[in-house]
């Protein structure tokens, strides 16, 4: 798999992956107009996961490169679940993140009864902090999300740990 910047090229493959049947409970949806908004103000990066040159899913991250030093993954759907596919192109984005701003903490907001997506994000090393109480306005409805983390020094432990163990 390789993760590739997105581009105005790719709004049409997002939108479509946003509106899979069943992914209208666990996916948000933007317009073509937020997208390109959200493309176009400096503050969202999105990356297009491919296999053999074919997009097989994508992540926004909002606050890439923040002051702050704090990256929030926005969105990550994979068109096919189930396959692994999204917790690689999770692990590859985490790298990218790490490897290429100074962020020290990655967070994310999943809802709790997403079970295969908190499974994914616990296998990259993302720990719950917590449950942000009607914090998502989704389906015309506030929702629960649970925050989860993952900060650079625990990021780094476990990448030495896994280089060593494959050695």
């Known amino acids: ?3 590739v910047r997105g581009s105005d090229e790719d709004i049409a493959f997002v939108l479509a992956t946003e509106r899979l049947p069943g992914f209208e409970q666990l996916v948000g949806r933007w317009s073509e107009g937020e997208h390109r908004s959200a493309l176009a103000d400096g503050r969202h990066v999105y990356f297009i996961a491919r296999f053999k040159s074919e997009a097989i899913g ?4 909002r606050d890439w490169a923040s002051a702050e030093c704090v990256a929030h993954i926005k969105r990550l759907v994979v068109s096919q679940p189930g396959r692994g596919h999204g ?3 999770l692990a590859e984005l985490v790298a990218i993140i790490f490897q290429n701003t100074d962020a020290h903490r990655i967070w994310l907001g ?3 009864e997403n079970t295969r997506a908190r499974r994914a994000y616990e296998a990259v090393g993302f720990q719950a902090e917590g449950i942000a109480r009607g914090s998502a306005f989704f389906g015309g409805r506030h929702r629960d999300e649970l ?3 993952l900060l650079r020094p625990d990021w780094a432990a476990c990448s030495e740990l896994s280089a060593r163990e494959t050695r």
Do not use: G, N, Y
């Not at 994508?58 to 991250?61: E, L, M, N, Q, R």
């Open 58 to 61: 994508f992540a926004i991250v």
């Open 87 to 89: 917790k690689a192109l």
């Open 147 to 149: 925050v989860m983390s």
């Open 110 to 112: 999943v809802f709790p």
């Open 1 to 3: 798999m390789q993760l």
